[in-house]
C-alpha cells in the first residue's frame, strides 16, 4: 500500500463543510483503500489526513486527475494554508484491528 500524511489547518467553523468536501467520491475512486482524519487535541482546528491506496500506480493516477484536482480545489478553499504533504510507502499495518474496528 502507499498513501500520504497531510497536516492542515482548517478555518474557524469550516470542519464540517471540509468534512464534506473530502468525502465525496472517495470510495469511487480506483486503488483507494481507506482515509482517516485526526483532529488534534492540541489546537482542533490543526487536522492529520491519512490516506492509503493499492499501490503508488493507483496513488499517483488519483492525485494526477482532474476529478482529484476538483476535489483539492475545493477543500483548500477551506483551509488556513496549503497541506503540509508526507507521501510513502506503507510498510506495516495491523489489518487484523482494522477489521475488527469495521465490525463494530
Do not use: C
Not at 1 to 18: C, H, N, P
Not at 28 to 43: I, K, L, N, S, W
Not at 65 to 86: C, F, I, V
Request: negative net charge; charged residues 25%.
Amino acid at each position: 500500500m502507499y498513501g500520504t500524511i497531510a497536516k492542515m489547518r482548517v478555518q474557524a467553523g469550516k470542519q464540517s463543510e471540509l468534512e464534506k468536501v473530502l468525502k465525496q467520491g472517495a470510495s469511487e475512486t480506483p486503488g483507494f483503500r481507506f482515509a482517516y482524519v485526526y483532529q488534534m487535541d492540541d489546537d482542533p482546528q490543526d487536522l492529520m489526513l491519512v490516506v492509503a491506496f493499492d499501490g503508488k500506480d493507483t496513488y499517483h493516477s488519483n492525485a494526477q486527475s482532474p476529478r482529484q484536482h476538483q476535489e483539492y480545489l475545493a477543500y483548500r478553499e477551506l483551509l488556513e494554508g496549503d497541506p503540509e504533504w508526507h507521501d510513502g510507502e506503507i510498510v506495516w499495518a495491523d489489518v487484523q484491528a482494522e477489521s475488527a474496528a469495521a465490525s463494530d
